[in-house]
């Protein structure tokens, strides 16, 4: 399944309101992949000295991630396809 990186401008934030953000999108994700509309939150990098945010998801269509993050409420600049590299445990 594709990944989406969504990135997010978020001046002032603290790290509580990142978490419960982080909380929201995994729920959301699970709301909606128990709906028909495949999206699971991965991960997220925050860069606090820049107040920017990118957090990886799974998913069948950006449309699906789109809709994830305006139902948990989080603001975001963009969608785009991504190429997650993390190793595999050996």
Do not use: H, W
């Not at 594709?2 to 001046?11: G, I």
């Not at 920017?52 to 603001?75: G, W």
């Amino acid at each position: 399944m594709p990944v989406f990186m969504v990135e997010r401008d978020l001046p002032g934030i603290t790290l509580e309101e990142l978490a419960a953000a982080q909380k929201r999108a995994i729920q959301t994700g699970k709301e909606l992949t128990a709906e028909g509309r495949q999206v699971r939150y991965i991960r997220s990098m925050f860069v606090p000295g820049e107040s920017k945010c990118m957090c990886l998801f799974e998913a069948a269509s950006p449309d699906n991630v789109r809709e994830a993050n305006e139902r948990a409420q989080i603001p975001f600049t963009r969608i785009v396809v991504a190429e997650d590299l993390t190793p595999k445990p050996e």
